[in-house]
């Protein structure tokens, strides 16, 4: 039997009967790594020798307390993590150049609730530099391959989480959306990916990129897994003013595969020209499967997509460039050698440490927070965002969930959009809105298309409606058991 | 056109930096004087991914400035971020208030030139943090950053440009430490930095509207900002009379100098890119909240002048001396209480006191002494034990090394002589000794009484009772 094969549900469930160890899952993973990591590159660090210790106390933990492990314990599961999660005395890159060396001095606060779990981390996975594309190929660190087809890309910016799932060689990963840097890449690589609420996960320790959209979330095989994870890592943390005081919720509760009384609203407008037939084709399979399982389907409309792109660039540029000024050279990261005044510091240690779309993005959010483009760009920006939201709330009135694809197309090849940076950023145009609205949605895969490659389906909740759209998304992947049917073939 | 015929203009921004025990966005102390980057975490130094979370007593510390200042409170305000790239500043931006501070529209009453009573508008309050510092190292030329300034929380407080002297200036920063250290939410002290002021200053022709403004900056005691004020609208005028024009521009004042240098003009003038931050949530304070502060709030100057010149009869000048600081007012309150001698207490204050303060250079709240060593020292003058010219020994004692008044008298053998008999006999030997001055007196010359008393003074070194002695002589010349 593989270990890597199976779920994180699966494999609790042996550990809680003794039938393997942690250590043995933890090398089983290791291994995978071993065997695939050069293949499809989704690590920036591999942590063996900590992952191994401790996987050997989980062991002794596991030993000590006899049978009383309950059913939410996860003491000895290995995970992988984001590389934009500070890590105490593990290299926290954000895949750039800037911080290529830099050890964090504490652990965000995801990675304690990790640590907390006793749970071994295997290492930390390649990303779009500072959480900045959709490709992975913003990574100064390396390239990382779609599992499914290696001259592809697996998405970003979690690109490393996503393909390093889908090619078991974590059992699951924890990666931050900011646009759908969770959700695109876990629909590119074929594995479940969850936005939640902005303010239900701590940001604190997450290298933040654009605060106001930023959020943790799971990458994980399947939906119990993804409900699982966001039990560890959801909750109020007084460290993240944003993060809210929410009752405590087990979401593995909410998957009852069961659907009739769910009011499903399919936008129209996020079905429109820009979207791959193919892809609109397996959605359109996926609400029939919806209605033979007894759920109210309806169009409905949602004209914000286009608005949300906009405004979403102008946001998250402008956090970002006020975010990023901390890369100075002077505290940590690179400093450049050639410098003769403190401005020449600044400059050649950014320009040498920061990547072209990090570049870009700077200068972008530097225009729009500029004095006299302010009013003309921010200011309108976040009008938008309210009338966004608004949209929403509407529709959420009349649906539990609505349903729409993920990505425009299926995973596209490596270097066919990196110099193109529009075409690039459309690819964010169904993801980019729900972080806008500051609400939760799931990707989940529905089919493959004619290549093989993996389409994902986004199911969007209102807001801390999670429980809802992990029952909906549930009871779909029981229906069409994705994994049973599909397997990423690394075809080169 | 003479300089009379000139208005200056000044408004002032003063930070202060709050007394609260942590930092405004971390739990790191703000003790002043550590050593370099001790007092720091991964939020004040901007490590990644760390975030801040605003210090309530902050907020609580700055309304109560506001209420003190006679702003009306924001219940709904918020956080701003102020970018700019400087290595004392770690996350590159200055966590501030734009456009909604937290305390807005207030005012302080001071009195202008002539004695008159005048209100300086304060526009707005708002709070932020600190920076940290740069030391410059001499030897390698280069500089080196410590953090534990910064994330130290401030209020800024800014006044509408409703002062028209250095002198009214001077009042207004007075009485502005005055409130903020009987409110005691900052300590204030200008030498440490926690008080720190730029100026703003134009002139312009009586009857026309207002000049350009250049803002001045670097000023480190009350005493610069008053020379600085000077200095600048004499150079505006100059300007101004010789056809140039102002331009607006910051300067640097150079207290050696004694006069201001430019820092940067108005082509350098930084785009701080201000925008709301994302990071804290907005700041809502409910009336509850506001009213209880109110409630709480300690008695003022103001309040204390009425108090001190009805219960205790204090003339007004006297009164605003001993409130226009909280130490003076605190030592004159707890001194007199224990006493009894509240004048006495008074003039020991407003009188000797305050001249070796001036004389040292020191602030008020420098005072070695305490209020039951100053109350030790009118008891024993009001009790005879000393003399008052002894009691000036007794005070630059208690400057040099402070301990009980009666200590220092029998330490130093100063006890005043009382004894009736030793008294005579100094009398006595004087009489004999200026036979001149004897038959002066005499002669109806009365002038010759003081010159005795003041030759039998120095025989006991101060020590006799003047009074005793007066009643002495008096008694033998007369015989």
Same mark, same amino acid.
């Given at each position: ?34 065997? *695939? ?18 996987? *050997? ?33 593990? *290299? ?47 990574? $100064? ?166 608005? $949300? ?6 946001? $998250? ?55 006299? +483009? ?62 806008? $609205? ?47 049917? +599909? ?6 | ?78 956080? %701003? ?104 939410? !900052? ?6 930095? !926690? ?27 009350? @005493? ?28 640097? #004042?150079? %207290? ?69 600081? @909280? ?20 003039? #020991? ?43 000036? @020994? ?19 053998? #100063? ?42 003074? @120095? ?21």
């Amino acid at each position: 039997m593989d270990l890597t094969e199976l779920t994180v549900h699966e494999l609790q469930k042996k550990l809680k009967n003794k039938e393997v160890t942690s250590y043995e899952i933890t090398k089983a993973y290791l291994d995978r790594i071993n065997e *695939k990591e050069n293949e499809v590159g989704a690590f920036v660090t591999v942590t063996e020798t900590e992952a191994l210790a401790d996987a *050997k106390k989980a062991d002794d933990e596991i030993n000590n307390t006899n049978d009383n492990m309950g059913n939410n314990n996860l003491v000895g599961i290995p995970i992988g993590i984001k590389d934009n999660l500070c890590t105490k005395g593990i *290299k926290t890159t954000c895949s750039s150049k800037m911080l290529e060396d830099f050890v964090s001095p504490y652990n965000a606060t995801v990675v304690e609730k990790v640590l907390d779990e006793k749970m071994p981390i295997l290492g930390k996975l390649n990303m779009d530099e500072f959480a900045m594309g959709s490709s992975t190929e913003n990574s $100064a660190i390396k390239v990382t391959h779609n599992p499914w087809d290696l001259n592809k890309v697996p998405g970003g910016s979690s690109g490393g989480s996503a393909a390093a799932v889908a090619t078991n060689m974590v059992p699951w990963a924890l990666g931050s959306d900011t646009g759908g840097s969770i959700r695109q890449p876990a629909s590119l690589c074929g594995v479940v990916g969850l936005k939640p609420t902005y303010g239900l996960v701590s940001r604190y320790g997450l290298v933040a990129f654009a605060s106001s959209l930023d959020q943790v979330g799971p990458i994980t095989k399947d939906v119990t897994d993804c409900a699982m994870l966001l039990n560890v890592i959801a909750g109020h943390d007084e460290k993240d003013s944003t993060s809210y005081d929410t009752p405590k919720i087990d979401y593995t509760t909410s998957l009852k595969n069961d659907v009739k009384e769910l009011k499903i609203g399919v936008p129209k407008e996020f079905f429109g020209d820009g979207i791959d037939k193919e892809v609109k084709d397996k959605l359109y399979e996926a609400i029939e499967v919806y209605k033979e399982l007894g759920a109210t389907v309806e169009e409905c409309s949602l004209n914000v997509a286009e608005y $949300a792109l906009a405004t979403y660039y102008i946001i $998250a540029c402008a956090e970002a460039s006020s975010n990023l000024g901390r890369f100075d050279g002077i505290r940590y990261g690179h400093r450049t050698t050639n410098f003769s005044s403190l401005k020449e510091l600044y400059t050649n240690s950014r320009t040498e440490g920061f990547g072209d779309e990090v570049k870009r993005r700077i200068i972008l959010g530097t225009y729009v927070l500029s004095s006299g +483009y302010y009013d003309a760009y921010y200011k309108k920006a976040q009008k938008v965002r309210t009338f966004v939201k608004q949209k929403f709330d509407e529709q959420f009135k009349k649906y539990d969930v609505l349903l729409t694809p993920v990505s425009p197309t299926t995973a596209f090849k490596i270097g066919e959009k990196k110099e193109n940076p529009l075409q690039m950023y459309l690819a964010d145009i169904c993801t980019v809105s729900i972080n806008i $609205a500051s609400i939760p949605a799931i990707s989940l895969p529905c089919g493959v298309d004619s290549n093989g490659m993996p389409i994902g389906m986004q199911l969007i909740g209102d807001r801390f409606a999670e429980e809802t759209i992990l029952n909906a998304a549930y009871t779909f992947e029981q229906k069409i058991k994705f994994r049973e049917n +599909y397997k990423p073939t690394f075809k080169k | 056109m003479a300089k009379e015929d000139y208005e200056l203009v000044v408004g002032l921004e003063v930070h202060a930096e709050l007394s609260t025990k942590t930092k405004i966005f971390c739990s790191c102390p703000t003790d002043f004087g550590a050593e370099p980057n001790t007092h720091i975490c991964p939020v004040c130094t901007a490590m990644p991914g760390a975030l801040p979370v605003l210090n309530e007593k902050v907020v609580e510390y700055a309304v109560k400035a506001g209420l003190a200042t006679n702003c009306s409170i924001s219940k709904d305000s918020k956080n %701003d971020r102020k970018n700019y790239f400087y290595p004392d500043t770690p996350k590159a931006y200055q966590i501030s208030q734009f456009d909604k501070p937290l305390c807005e529209n207030g005012y302080i009453e001071i009195e202008d030139d002539f004695g008159n009573p005048k209100k300086i508008r304060i526009l707005r309050i708002h709070i932020e943090d600190d920076a940290g510092k740069l030391n410059h190292n001499e030897f390698s030329g280069g500089s080196l950053v410590d953090l534990n300034r910064a994330g130290v929380p401030l209020i800024e407080i800014v006044s509408e440009p409703d002062i028209r002297s250095s002198l009214e200036a001077d009042r207004y920063l007075k009485k502005l430490k005055s409130i903020l250290q009987y409110i005691d939410v !900052s300590d204030c002290k200008m030498q440490e930095g !926690s008080l720190r002021a730029d100026v703003n200053v134009s002139v312009h022709k009586k009857g026309e509207p207002f000049g350009t403004r250049c803002e001045m900056k670097n000023m480190n005691s009350f @005493k610069s900002i008053q020379r600085a004020i000077d200095y600048e609208k004499d150079r505006q005028i100059y300007e101004v009379e010789h056809g140039n024009v102002i331009t607006q521009e910051t300067l640097r #004042w150079d %207290d050696m100098d004694g006069r201001t240098y430019q820092m940067r003009d108005k082509e350098d003038a930084q785009d701080y890119r201000y925008f709301p931050e994302p990071d804290l949530v907005a700041i809502r304070l409910s009336n509850e909240y506001i009213e209880k502060i109110r409630a709480e709030l300690p008695e003022m100057p103001e309040s204390r002048k009425a108090r001190y010149m009805a219960e205790l009869g204090l003339s007004e000048k006297d009164a605003n001396s001993l409130t226009s600081s @909280k130490t003076f007012s605190g030592l004159f309150e707890k001194a007199g209480e224990i006493c009894k001698n509240y004048k006495a207490v008074c003039n #020991w204050l407003n009188s000797d006191i305050s001249r070796i303060l001036n004389e040292k250079e020191l602030e008020p709240e420098q005072i070695p002494f305490t209020a039951e060593h100053l109350a030790s020292l009118v008891k024993l003058i009001d009790d005879g034990t000393i003399s008052s010219s002894i009691g000036k @020994k007794v005070l630059d004692e208690l400057f040099e090394n402070p301990r009980d008044p009666k200590t220092i008298v029998e330490e130093k053998g #100063w006890v005043q002589i009382s004894d009736a008999n030793a008294i005579k006999d100094v009398v006595l030997k004087i009489l004999e000794a200026n036979p001149q001055s004897v038959a002066d007196f005499k002669a109806g010359k009365d002038r010759a009484l003081g010159f005795l008393v003041g030759q039998a003074m @120095k025989e006991t070194k101060g020590k006799a009772n003047p009074k005793m002695l007066n009643e002495l002589f008096l008694e033998e010349l007369k015989k």
